[in-house]
């Protein structure tokens, strides 16, 4: 019993210090743009700064200033990769009978 709370909390405390790592809205000088391992990091993050979001409307899904190509390439990778959890909930079992 004690372990899934403890998981649960340590995961939330997670999510809470890398949601300071989420796209901003943009007046950043153009300089800093977003490359391909951003990409991935918004990617992955995307869910969480949409409800974010709600509360903060500087927070931005996908960064406006990045570098084209490789930025979305990394962005689609996170997305359609299921952001990194499908392995870590799917069972070995699921699906093969």
């Known amino acids: 019993m004690k372990k899934p709370v403890l998981l649960l ?3 939330l ?3 809470l210090l890398l949601s ?3 796209a901003r ?3 950043q000088p ?3 743009v977003a490359g391909f391992f951003l ?3 918004h990617g992955w993050m995307a869910p969480i700064a949409l409800i974010v979001r709600l509360f903060n409307p500087a927070i931005r ?3 406006v200033h990045n570098t084209g190509w490789w930025y979305e390439f990394g962005f689609y990778l996170a997305i359609v990769g299921g952001f990194g959890t499908l392995s870590l909930v799917r069972k070995k079992g699921d699906g093969h009978r």
Request: proline residues 0%.
């Open 39 to 41: 990409g991935v990091w």
């Open 61 to 63: 899904i996908y960064a």
């Open 20 to 22: 300071g790592c989420l």
């Open 25 to 27: 809205d943009a007046m």
């Open 9 to 11: 909390c340590v995961s």
């Open 13 to 15: 405390i997670v999510i």
């Open 30 to 32: 153009t300089s800093n």
